[in-house]
């Protein structure tokens, strides 16, 4: 008979024997992961490729706030289901060799405590280890002088108010960034359209493919502008005539609106006879709750 898998003190023991949480760029593995030896997650989990890396993404909202955080500019590395250690550790920022390098800052064990909340734990066979928790997403960005900072993103649907456990474990995990100087935000969806986020998930495959060159993004934003009235279809087949090919069009369109080059309202539906309607680069950003750095914390 097929068990359901749970988290126990031998599963969280892989989990650090496979070096999870740890690593940068390509060589990050997550804490946890979408895989058939770990437990399942409550939501529709994805496995989203970006930058020549797997994506571990436990549900939906997850997804959304995975692509909101590519359109960031400046971004230099995302590190989803971060591990938050439960013990004294050293500045995140260390591993990239920036940060204070020297000191260690308190661990989710020690924070428990001073907040008089109860730290999770798991038991098994008369062993009891604590609960390693996780921060959604962690993200760093690389300044034009070389510096980097970042920024912890939790997220949580809209109900998150109304559970008690939920609110003391999600104040611990603000309450571990705080310390190490870190802004922290709670990411629901009532802080953006469900229609933005549909919208990125449907051109995603353009956006996030291969770059295109830059005059042919050029092209693509100066002829979106110049026929505010036209269908897309019509911007497409306008651009395709220079581009060479659909295929081409489309990334050079859809990368010019990621990048915020061609700052569209997000809401738009799928129908390809509409027209894309342009906005300014404040309304655009307005449309990403973590560029705008909105929080739903109370």
Not at 54 to 72: I, N
């Amino acid at each position: 008979m097929r068990t359901t898998k749970r988290f126990t003190p031998t599963v969280i023991a892989r989990f650090i024997r496979e070096g999870r949480g740890e690593g940068t760029y390509e060589d990050y593995i997550g804490w946890h992961r979408v895989t058939r030896g770990d437990p399942a997650s409550s939501g529709r989990s994805h496995i989203f490729t970006w930058k020549n890396r797997q994506r571990d993404l436990l549900s939906d909202g997850e997804l959304g706030q995975q692509l909101f955080a590519t359109m960031l500019p400046d971004l230099d590395d995302s590190l989803e289901q971060f591990e938050l250690s439960p013990e004294p550790s050293e500045h995140p920022l260390a591993v990239y060799g920036e940060g204070d390098m020297e000191s260690l800052f308190p661990g989710t064990l020690e924070l428990a405590n001073e907040l008089g909340i109860k730290h999770p734990k798991l038991s098994e066979k008369g062993k009891t280890v604590p609960w390693h928790l996780s921060t959604d997403l962690v993200l760093v960005f690389k300044s034009a002088n070389g510096k980097r900072h970042i920024l912890a993103l939790a997220y949580k649907p809209d109900d998150w108010k109304s559970k008690l456990r939920t609110r003391d474990l999600l104040r611990l995990e603000r309450e571990y960034w705080e310390r190490r100087g870190i802004q922290w935000l709670l990411i629901s969806p009532e802080l953006s359209d469900v229609r933005v986020v549909l919208t990125l998930r449907r051109i995603a495959c353009w956006a996030l493919a291969d770059e295109v060159p830059n005059e042919l993004k050029q092209l693509a934003t100066q002829t979106a502008i110049e026929h505010p009235f036209d269908s897309l279809t019509t911007v497409l087949e306008k651009i395709q005539a220079s581009a060479g090919s659909m295929q081409l069009a489309q990334n050079a369109l859809w990368q010019a609106v990621w990048n915020g080059e061609l700052p569209i309202d997000l809401t738009r539906g799928w129908r390809p006879h509409l027209p894309l309607k342009v906005t300014t680069p404040a309304q655009f950003a307005q449309q990403n709750p973590i560029a705008s750095r909105r929080s739903a914390w109370i």
